[in-house]
């Protein structure tokens, strides 16, 4: 069964471009690790300066959890904040075109 993570933050103006930056070096360590049972996503909205993270997992453990690229960017992620990050649990109720 598929465990879904939705993560929401909102960073500084002044830190929104960094957090981009280090988001897509966790997205470049997991192109090299290539997990099957693991889906990211991370959306940009409007105004640039909120992130939404959707992590979908069939597996038991987090593969963003090994990853040097992700500790990283965890590291000061609390720094470039004005709004920490909210993680809540989610189910699917429907789905067109995106692994449910």
Do not use: K, W
Not at 25 to 41: C, K, M, N, S
Not at 57 to 80: K, V
């Amino acid at each position: 069964m598929s465990t879904h993570t939705i993560v929401r933050y909102r960073t500084t103006p002044e830190a929104a471009d960094e957090n981009a930056r280090l988001v897509a070096d966790v997205y470049a360590a997991l192109a090299e690790l290539d997990p099957d049972d693991f889906r990211y996503t991370t959306y940009r909205l409007t105004g640039g300066v909120s992130f939404v993270h959707v992590a979908q997992s069939d597996g038991d453990t987090n593969p963003l959890q090994s990853l040097p690229a992700f500790a990283e960017f965890q590291r000061d992620l609390q720094a470039r904040c004005v709004e920490p990050p909210a993680p809540t649990q989610a189910s699917v109720v429907g789905s067109y075109g995106f692994a449910a």
